[in-house]
């Protein structure tokens, strides 16, 4: 394995565990939310 550098490479970005845990809860809070309504209707519908 070669380890030259990559002319356009970037160097890897540093974000903290605030701003990642912050930016999960924005994505999986209302996807969770949509999960859970869909399973409850499609329970109703077939239960």
Do not use: E, N
């Not at 903290?16 to 329970?43: C, E, M």
């Amino acid at each position: 394995m070669s380890t030259a550098h990559t002319p356009g490479a970037q160097a890897p970005v540093k974000v903290s565990a605030g701003k990642l845990a912050v930016a999960w809860a924005l994505v999986g809070l209302p996807l969770g939310y949509g999960v859970f309504q869909t399973l409850t209707r499609v329970a109703a519908l077939f239960g």
